[in-house]
């Protein structure tokens, strides 16, 4: 099986999903012929050459009238897929997050509205608090709206063809740690559904769930402990919304502890919700305090070494693990 890049199979995801469906359109900033063609990364590369401006539609900067317009074409028989740079931005499209992505529920189901919202995520390249941020947990308060998180090339590339296909709006997160990454992706065409999470490693005395980037960190704190006798099993949830809470409560019946790992400040956060939710459903099987490794409830830093120490990371993880051991 060949190996291929983060960004290579957002690609190929993108020129299958296109050339299979006509209905499919890409609208955002840097998706069309100009001096950064292809995107800010590459995901788009090739495409507007093949598909043409009415399918790889370039606009001015606004994510205003970039999610708008992919909404009320979304709800009017096309299939959207509107190209945000950063999550940090969806903060300007405020009404039309909060609100109109709601517009199937309002219509009581007469319409669909199928609509992919890309849109980078994460520090580590001293980006600064405007450009860095994950939201999370922000995002799952919205209701109506699914979120993917992949950690993988394999994963990004069946979630990104599920998530294009679905007939609800999606927020497909892409951390910058992991543009050059890369895995075995089959040449073969594959779907992975939105709502099933991934066993990344399997183990025997704590339950890591970790998300996008974080993934990489637990498996490799899950090597160091190893070594000290400790059997880590890291899950990775893929999607936030649906989340597969049967995985990670199976996994804690089994393990009896757990540890959420997700780049984000504590409060609010996405471990949270995940820690209610084992606390809730699960908790007789638990044999110590859930912890979670999230960042400081502070804006992310740009200077490079304030970064670092912002960013959790794998001896944060082995920390919390030796102390619920």
């Known amino acids: 099986m060949r190996e ?16 299979r469906d006509p209905t499919i359109f890409i609208i955002g900033e840097d998706v069309g012929e100009n001096w950064f063609a292809g995107g800010p990364k590459g995901q788009f590369r090739g495409l507007f050459k093949k598909y043409g401006p009415q399918r790889m539609n370039e606009t001015p900067i606004s994510e205003t009238a970039i999610l708008g317009s992919a909404i009320g ?21 405020g009404d039309e997050l909060l609100n109109q992505l709601q517009m199937r529920y309002m ?28 939201l999370y947990g922000l995002f799952m308060a919205i209701k109506g709206l699914k979120i993917v998180v992949p950690s993988t090339p394999y994963d990004a590339k069946g979630l990104l063809k599920s998530s294009i296909r679905e007939d609800n709006p999606v927020l497909f997160i892409t951390h910058k740690m992991l543009v050059g990454l890369t895995s075995q992706v089959p040449e073969e065409e594959y779907l992975i559904p939105l709502g099933k999470a991934d066993i990344k490693r399997e ?3 704590v339950t890591v769930v970790a998300i996008a980037f974080m993934v990489h960190r637990a498996l490799a704190a ?8 400790i059997s880590i099993e890291v899950i990775d949830p893929r999607t936030l ?6 995985t990670i409560i199976d996994s804690v019946k089994k393990t009896g502890r757990l540890v959420i790992m997700s780049e984000e400040p504590r409060t609010a956060s996405a471990a949270g919700e995940i820690s209610a939710m084992v606390a809730e459903e699960a908790f007789d099987f638990l044999d110590a305090p859930i912890k979670r490794v999230c ?9 490079p070494v304030l970064e670092k120490f912002w960013m959790p990371d794998e001896d944060d993880l082995i920390k919390a693990v030796t102390e619920i051991m």
């Open 222 to 229: 899950a090597a160091k402990l190893q070594q000290k006798g």
């Open 203 to 205: 183990g025997s005395d």
């Open 295 to 303: 960042a400081p409830d502070t804006p992310i830093p740009f200077s």
């Open 107 to 134: 219509f009581g189901g007469k319409i669909k509205l199928p609509l992919t919202i890309l849109a980078g995520s994460g520090a580590g390249v001293s980006s600064a608090a405007q450009h860095s941020k994950n």
């Open 4 to 19: 291929i890049a983060f960004n290579q199979a957002l690609n190929e995801a993108f020129d299958e999903e296109m050339e």
């Open 241 to 246: 919304v649906p989340l597969d809470t049967q």
């Open 73 to 93: 074409a979304a709800a009017t028989g096309m299939r959207s897929i509107a190209a945000l740079f950063f999550v940090d931005f969806l903060g300007v499209t």
